[in-house]
């Protein structure tokens, strides 16, 4: 009985790993590393069937056949580093006889796995998983362990155990005891773990330790089915703790927030009145979220001793004014404890209510809720998970406010279709979607904060903080060439169009060092460029865009992206109809700087040029040569269109390998399109598009236009590909398709959808030109073993205006 059920409902079976990567060498020679090792090994349908699961020295392999007979076979590569979050859950009663595993990763959202309860141990796979996952450990504090509050075992009415019970409310319960349990009974934990403070809501527990957040849900009438979640301390990129209310408000909350999609963006837990210890929870996550400590930075704005009035427009419009920071880290050091030991306060805001704080080591906000403020949320992101952030000055007459914008790679609120009406009412309108934590908006007293000042302590805690662990060191000459300003009808198109031309960056360097001080002291403009009245300007450390807003252009916005939060890039050359060439920069952001798009006059712009400089600093690395650059060239960089023959070949979208040789050539000396490190290592042609796998990159070249003359020229780093699969021909197929997963959100941006479609990219090859498996490891190779950048090393980059 339990054979065939295992083989109805596909159940894996262990198998011996040695013999299994022995076969698969044998049958399959390519398609494992020279450097890898299968450690653990499954069959799917009681060891009967088709489909395998591997666990590899450097990731999970899955092998699914397909079709009749199977001859079509995918296989799915997540490596271990890109793994958030994992699960296993046990059997249940009676029928019920397969366990599973749930994996959450960057790169391929979400994966399970069923396996024979009987034949298959599962805390067996979880504690394999535990000697993969990196854990980040405690960073600037010593770890702590909460001892049981006194009145935990105070007895509370029978209307509180009520209420607690259908709120879900959990009561702390002793970390040791825990701890024992899911290193015996359970064997969940690691060796050396310690639970540092856990929590019991009815038959489920949620524990607190040196590596992870454990989360244990029980199933079921009986509880027998039990599921183990361990989410790591360094997927967790915001949290929030709030306290109880006022009269019937009993109970206190935690939440979590995430960069995983679907129910685990955002994990909630509430806590009974009295019975868990909230700060405690608060610092076990500072210690483990909030990263190194940093020094203090000087030059702060000084408002020691101040307390400026809002006036009736700040209590109006909530807009926050600057108060003495000294004296709330005085307070938020003891009464409550929300700050660590080494945590320093050096800038403080207050509006109506409402604080918000920036640290040394995070932002904070402390939100004020219900008629007597009695209920407090107290909301910390580290400063290490922001993305970018924009500051936008006030406006004319009425507009009294600063606006500062964060930007995160956390989810946001989608919005909802309006619900149909019927003859007796009309349709309901849809729900707009919300940026959430995916861009924190800030507002200031514009009187009372100066923006420069500002923007100046941002760039210093967000951007120098992410200064590149990569990128090849740079030498600039001969790139201050202004174009002439535009006259007459070209200066209207290119107002109406938003094309940008180049302005000379030696001035504007000087201009953002000195009187309008915004860039770092190391920091140098390289490239600058205008369109009507906004500015976009190429540092040696991020891209800052100027936009100049409203009718008199009083308003205006910086945006700063580091080119460590650009994931993917692409340019597109001009063609015969079209005036402009364009820049798109894709983010980890999942709001509207998701994607960046800039256009730029043609004939104005060495489009190439901006492309070769971001792949110097996003897919270069400091062992590269110098970087230099060449007189400007003001071409389209023209590819000769192919012909009707090979348009035609394009129909069913696939792919013919080339000679990678040639087109290594082409594009290091005809197009500049590659580093002088870079090496084209396989090339596909599909009419008249073109992919390029080189040893830093995958590049799509996409021909646009009857003439052929607009190229698309799309760059995803390999260090940014989280995950990928690739699928053999089948019996009556002539293509294999080759995926790859980025860490770029498949989202809907703010206005208009748009959709950001990097999130997969595919691509279908014709097998009689290219074996697939070959492909396969090509892609394992970059992505399991390849050059990866060293945190502790920061380029040297050297750059030399004229």
């Excluded at 800039?598 to 792949?615: A, E």
């Excluded at 073993?785 to 040297?796: R, S």
Aim: proline fraction near 5%; hydrophobic fraction near 35%.
């Amino acid at each position: 009985m339990g054979v065939l059920y295992d083989f109805i409902f596909d159940n894996a079976y262990q198998k011996d790993a040695q013999q299994a990567e022995g076969d698969m060498r044998r049958k399959y020679p390519k398609l494992l590393h020279q450097n890898e090792r299968v450690e653990l090994a499954f069959k799917d349908r009681g060891g009967k069937g088709r489909d395998k699961e591997y666990f590899t020295t450097h990731r999970i392999l899955i092998k699914d056949g397909k079709g009749v007979g199977g001859k079509r076979k995918n296989y799915k590569s997540i490596p271990y580093d890109t793994i958030l979050a994992f699960a296993v859950q046990t059997a249940g009663k009676f029928l019920d006889k397969d366990a599973e595993l749930f994996i959450y990763s960057n790169g391929i959202p979400y994966v399970s796995i069923n396996f024979s309860a009987a034949n298959v141990d599962v805390f067996q796979i979880y504690q394999y998983l535990n000697t993969k996952i990196k854990w980040t450990h405690s960073r600037g504090e010593q770890d702590y362990i909460d001892p049981v509050p006194p009145n935990m075992d105070q007895k509370q009415s029978k209307l509180g155990n009520a209420i607690d019970w259908l709120g879900d409310n959990a009561k702390q319960v002793d970390a040791k005891e825990i701890e024992t349990q899911f290193k015996t009974e359970f064997p969940i934990l690691c060796g050396d773990e310690v639970v540092q403070i856990a929590f019991k809501s009815g038959r489920d527990t949620k524990c607190f330790t040196n590596r992870r957040i454990l989360m244990v849900d029980a199933k079921g009438v009986f509880g027998k089915k039990i599921e183990f979640l361990s989410i790591p301390y360094g997927s967790i990129h915001g949290f929030s703790v709030q306290t109880a209310g006022a009269l019937i408000d009993r109970d206190t909350e935690l939440k979590l927030y995430t960069n995983m999609v679907g129910s685990l963006y955002e994990i909630n837990q509430d806590f009974r009145h009295g019975k868990a210890n909230l700060w405690a929870i608060q610092k076990v996550l500072c210690n483990h979220v909030l990263g190194d400590d940093m020094a203090p930075l000087d030059d702060l704005p000084d408002y020691t001793g101040q307390n400026q009035g809002t006036g009736i427009l700040g209590i109006l419009t909530g807009n926050e004014r600057p108060i003495d920071a000294r004296a709330m880290d005085r307070v938020l050091h003891s009464d409550p404890p929300i700050l660590q030991g080494s945590e320093q306060v050096e800038i403080a805001f207050q509006g109506f209510r409402d604080i918000t704080l920036f640290t040394t080591k995070r932002l904070v906000t402390i939100d004020k809720k219900g008629l007597f403020a009695k209920k407090v949320e107290y909301f910390s992101i580290p400063w290490e998970k922001f993305v970018a952030f924009g500051i936008r000055s006030a406006g004319a007459f009425i507009d009294f406010d600063t606006e500062v914008l964060l930007y995160t790679e956390m989810g946001f609120y989608p919005g909802e279709a309006g619900e149909p009406g019927d003859e007796n009412s009309p349709p309901k309108p849809p729900i707009p979607p919300r940026p959430e934590q995916s861009c924190l908006e800030l507002d200031f007293n514009k009187n009372s904060v100066d923006l420069f000042k500002l923007k100046y302590y941002l760039s210093r805690r967000i951007v120098e903080f992410r200064k590149l662990e990569f990128g090849a060191p740079i030498e600039l000459k001969a790139l201050t060439g202004a174009s002439p300003d535009p006259k007459g009808f070209e200066r209207l198109f290119q107002w109406l169009g938003g094309d940008q031309r180049e302005l000379d960056p030696t001035e504007l360097d000087r201009e953002f060092h000195t009187n309008t001080k915004i860039l770092l002291d190391d920091e140098k403009v390289l490239m600058a460029f205008k369109a009507g009245r906004d500015v976009n300007l190429f540092t040696n450390i991020r891209v800052l865009s100027i936009d100049v807003q409203g009718l008199i252009g009083c308003k205006i916005e910086y945006t700063s992206v580091p080119y460590t939060s650009i994931h993917a890039y692409s340019v597109e050359s001009a063609g015969i109809w079209d005036r402009d060439s364009e820049l798109n920069l894709y983010t980890r952001n999942r709001w509207h700087l998701a994607k960046i798009e800039m256009d730029f006059r043609s004939g104005k712009t060495d489009i190439m040029q901006i492309q070769k400089m971001l792949s110097g600093f996003i897919v270069g690395l400091p062992s590269d040569p110098m970087m230099k650059f060449g007189p400007k060239d003001y071409s389209n960089h023209e590819r000769k269109a192919l012909g009707l023959n090979s348009l035609a070949a394009g129909i069913f979208a696939n792919s013919k390998e080339v000679d990678a040789g040639e087109l290594d050539s082409k594009y290091h000396y005809d197009i500049p399109l590659l580093l002088e490190e870079e090496k084209v290592l396989k090339a596909f042609q599909q009419a008249r598009d073109m992919f390029l796998y080189t040893n830093r990159r995958v590049i799509e070249i996409d021909t646009k236009g009857i003439s052929g003359q607009r190229v698309k020229y799309k760059s995803i780093p390999w260090r940014y590909v989280d995950g990928y699969e690739f699928e053999t021909a089948g019996r009556l197929d002539r293509d294999a398709e080759v995926y790859t997963y980025t860490t770029i959100s498949q989202i809907y941006q703010q206005g208009p959808p748009r959709q950001v479609d990097l999130l997969r990219t595919k691509q279908s090859i014709l097998v009689k030109s290219t074996d697939i498996y070959d492909m396969g490891y090509l892609v394992a190779e970059h992505t399991l073993f390849g050059e990866k950048p060293n945190d502790d090393e920061e380029p040297e980059i050297e750059v030399i205006l004229y």
